[in-house]
């Protein structure tokens, strides 16, 4: 069992290994290593992707920002790197590109299923009840547990009534 042990690290991407270790005693020599990956001649997309999000973490959101742009001129479908940059947009309130983001993403990748949920709050905060409230409904059997559900059917329920985030001049 030992030549196993042994064996494991090297089988690792070293992407992953630059991430496992940010979370370690040492986090700067991660953030180190996937800078390296991520400068090289031919970049590692992962890499860089992975600066992103840590630069999101670190509430470094313009660098974030770029790096995930970065990510994408290199890899144009790279679901992750857009999908950061939708959960971005989504933060910062714009909404109409942030649904193209998480619509882009989805239609890539069905198991980004959360993108549903997102969706719909970005269309609830445009005010777009309609398209919301599809969302939400596409969403609930992906909802990972009953506590996630019933808020989704609360959202249903309060948009049904009129009372919606988007419109509460």
């Given at each position: 069992s030992t030549s196993v042990e042994t064996e494991l690290p090297s089988s690792l991407d070293p992407v992953d290994l630059a991430v496992e270790k940010v979370s370690g005693p040492n986090p700067m020599e991660g953030i180190l290593a996937l800078r390296e990956l991520a400068e090289q001649d031919e970049p590692n997309v992962d890499a860089v992707v992975w600066l992103g999000i840590f630069g999101v973490q670190?509430?470094?959101?313009?660098?974030a920002r770029e790096r995930f742009s970065d990510a994408l001129t290199l890899e144009p479908s790279h679901s992750e790197a857009t999908w950061q940059l939708a959960l971005l947009d989504m933060e910062?309130?714009?909404?109409?590109?942030?649904?193209?983001?998480?619509?882009?993403?989805?239609?890539?990748?069905?198991?980004?299923?959360?993108?549903?949920?997102?969706t719909a709050r970005c269309y609830e905060a445009m005010g777009n009840v309609d398209a919301a409230r599809i969302r939400y409904e596409e969403y609930l059997p992906f909802a990972p547990d009953t506590v996630i559900e019933q808020r989704v059917l609360d959202f249903i329920n309060r948009l049904d009534s009129g009372d919606s985030a988007g419109t509460n001049e």
């Open positions: 670190s509430g470094q959101l313009d660098k910062e309130g714009a909404y109409d590109r942030a649904v193209v983001g998480f619509e882009t993403v989805m239609d890539q990748d069905s198991s980004y299923a959360n993108g549903l949920f997102f």
